[in-house]
């Protein structure tokens, strides 16, 4: 399966199965598939696809993100959230969870998210973005702040690249 960075992806159950971490954004069955993940590619290793997950609970991550920009300025800081991200996915704004992403592998991609026979996808200054602050994310991860990334990411690694 050829993976269009920037488009929207369904994970298959089994990788919950393999990849046992209770931070993980389990699928959830009701008739629709969902989460739906935004992924990108990662510029370390070519077999690894960073996911994002996506969210509608946007007022429950307004105020997770108004709290950490509150935080931020009791501590005399310029407020910069890298963690969360808002904008619209196909007309309904939505929460990009940054801080719950994860990586995966091509074989436990379902398929991509279609709507109307059309991939769904974002505006590119909304891409940028994600993609730009998911790598800051993840660099930070590496020099020490490992509570920045809620998933054990080095664990879910070390199991997909055995």
């Avoid at 009701?30 to 994002?52: L, V």
């Avoid at 963690?83 to 592998?105: A, C, D, E, R």
């Amino acid at each position: 399966m050829k993976i269009d960075v920037g488009c929207f992806y369904f994970i298959k159950d089994t990788f919950f199965d393999v990849i046992d971490d209770k931070e993980l954004m389990q699928n959830k069955e009701n008739g629709t598939k969902r989460p739906c993940y935004f992924c990108f590619k990662s510029k370390e290793n070519d077999k690894i696809i960073w996911f994002i997950p996506v969210s509608t609970k946007v007022d429950k991550y307004k105020k997770i993100y108004d709290k950490k920009i509150e935080i931020q300025k009791k501590l005399g800081k310029k407020p910069a959230i890298d963690t969360i991200v808002f904008g619209y996915v196909s007309n309904t704004y939505s929460t990009f969870l940054i801080q719950n992403m994860f990586p995966v592998t091509e074989q436990y991609i379902e398929n991509q998210y279609i709507k109307n026979n059309v991939a769904i996808t974002l505006s590119n200054k909304l891409q940028q973005e994600i993609i730009y602050k998911a790598n800051k994310v993840l660099g930070l991860y590496k020099h020490g702040m490992k509570n920045i990334i809620f998933p054990d990411i080095e664990k879910i690694l070390k199991q997909l690249l055995k």
